[in-house]
């Protein structure tokens, strides 16, 4: 089966997945911008969710937009508040305009220095302006990158 096609979800990073109404920030938790999933990451790498194009990076470096080939828009956001940290735990290895397929990775997020500055380390994964039409999972559990969390 192609990724692709399937309109899938898959973990950005290993880690506890989360509900994405149990994240700190309640611009993310009240789902203004979007249903999504969430990870406390338990590593660094962060990768693609979603087979598209990078058509975004956030000057801070703390979140990618990418489109999907169906056109749908996907928001990767490292961390919560990391924007104050001007782009200093963050390195991004994507440009705009690259294809990216699940498991690409797109940026490393040194997770030691955002716990420094006092901030939340949860990478979430936001669909804009959608809902997913189903969860593959609905309450805290260990995931690893590349497991398929979400449907579109």
Known sequence: MIFGKKKGIFSPVKGEFIPL???ADPVFAQKMMGDGVAVIPSSDEIVSPVVGTVTTI???KHALGLTMEGGQE???HMGIDTVELNGAPFEV???TGDHVEIGTP???MDRATVKVAGKDT???VIITG???NSHKLTKRTSVNQGDE???L
Request: net charge neutral.
């Open 21 to 23: 109404e149990e994240v």
């Open 58 to 60: 956030i000057e801070q």
């Open 74 to 76: 996907v928001l990767v």
């Open 93 to 95: 290895y994507v440009k």
């Open 106 to 108: 797109l940026a490393k």
């Open 122 to 124: 949860v990478i979430m």
């Open 130 to 132: 959608q809902q997913l």
């Open 149 to 151: 969390l979400g449907k």
